[in-house]
């Protein structure tokens, strides 16, 4: 049983992940090699549900990761050990912290980045609840 088993199920039935589609084996290979590993439900989510876009612009989750820099430019040094996996469409982006894996959200005004979960399937599962309260 996997752990998205739920959303699988569901998906293609007036879900905000509807459009979503599932990342090419390739293109995980090599996610997973520039990083060295990454967190499973991450990956398996990808692989399973998939990335694109949640709702009508609920949500963008990429097809791997981004360092800030390349949405960014420059970056402050405090945000050298994240990486980005989605944004809002309104300069929020999400990722995470590389050395505790930790789901941050990087506020644009500041970019300061803030802990929201624990873990990539926490945050995805929270997101899916959101934008299914809001119609997205």
């Not at 590993?37 to 549900?49: G, R």
């Not at 876009?53 to 989750?61: A, I, N, Q, T, V």
């Not at 995470?96 to 930790?102: G, I, M, N, R, V």
């Amino acid at each position: 049983m996997g752990v998205y088993d739920d959303l699988i199920a569901v998906k293609g039935n007036g879900t905000p992940f509807d459009k979503l589609e599932r990342v090419d084996s390739r293109k995980l290979v090599q996610t997973i090699a520039s990083t060295g590993s990454l967190p499973t439900d991450y990956i398996s989510f990808l692989a399973e549900v998939g990335f694109g876009e949640f709702g009508s612009s609920g949500y963008m989750l990429y097809d791997g990761l981004l360092e800030p820099y390349d949405v960014y430019g420059d970056t402050p040094d405090h945000l050298r050990n994240v990486l980005l996996f989605g944004d809002d469409f309104l300069g929020f982006n999400t990722g995470y912290k590389t050395d505790t894996w930790s789901v941050i959200e990087i506020d644009p005004s500041n970019m300061q980045p803030t802990v929201i979960a624990s873990d990539f399937s926490t945050f995805i599962r929270e997101k899916i609840h959101e934008l299914t309260l809001t119609g997205e």
